[in-house]
């Protein structure tokens, strides 16, 4: 308990609530949907909802990995619910999103990973709300590029992926997930033409040297857009913080990877791999 690092001061932020939360939240529970905003304890779960926006986590809640860093449920997951393609895109439509982040649980003990429920989800979205542009946020499927293509196949805007953290790091709190795989989930769907995007947390015992070289490796494989965050510790059994970053140091952060190339870097200790995902929608 000695050992815990105070929590500085531009981490602190107000929760608060306002007419636009209070409707958002009563959609979302009207229609029995999940959010990695709530699930993930995300800090910026106030200033979203009280925007009308909202990270939708299909699959169910529960998780079948048990990664050292997320707060997401683990264990053995239900049936999937097959009416939630739809409750998620009306959902959207009473929401009157213009754009939507859908991310999921990992659900490995699928035949096909839940490729086909997300498929199904993209589409109904799609159909029921048109105009709209996505942006998914998908699980590695293990590596196997066809079920990634079938995804893809659902034409989401953007096809994001998170590799975390650095390669060193990566045994350490991801509980499956492999640094190379997640780096081929992210060259395939480049390869594809569709916008690839990864986030990282930092905090976790990086070094600056080692960021960059996650850079390098997301460029090669020809991720455009990278978001850089905070890692801020769920509960007392999630690995610990180490280090929190300075303002200053996030802003040398989206500097380097605006150099290496990337089109946009969201970074900032409340960065979240879908905070002000809308503006990410490449002209």
Known sequence: MANRIQKPEWLKISIGS???????????????????????RCPNMSECWGRGTATFMIGGEICTRSCKFCNTLTGRPLALDEQEPTHVAKSIALMKLKHAVITSVDRD??????????????????????????????PDFQGHTDLVDIVIAASPDIISHNMETVRRITPKVRSAAN????LKVLKHIASKGVVAKSGMMVGLGETPEEVEELMD?????GCRILTIGQYLQPTRKHYAVVEY????????????GLS????????????????????????
Do not use: M
């Not at 900032?268 to 905070?275: A, D, E, H, N």
């Open 18 to 40: 306002n007419e636009r939360y209070s409707e958002t939240k009563r959609i979302l529970d009207s229609h029995n949907l999940h959010t990695i905003c709530s699930s993930g």
């Open 109 to 138: 003990d699928l035949p096909d990973q839940g490729a086909t429920h997300w498929a199904k989800t993209i589409n109904e979205v799609k159909r029921l709300n048109p105009g709209l542009t996505t942006e998914v946020l998908i």
């Open 179 to 182: 640094y190379d795989t997640s």
């Open 217 to 221: 490796d997301l460029r090669s494989a």
């Open 245 to 256: 970053i300075t303002p200053a140091q996030f802003k040398i952060y989206k500097e380097v």
């Open 260 to 283: 290496k190339g990337f089109d946009q870097v969201e970074s900032g200790p409340l960065v979240r791999s879908s905070y002000h995902a809308e503006k990410h929608i490449l002209k």
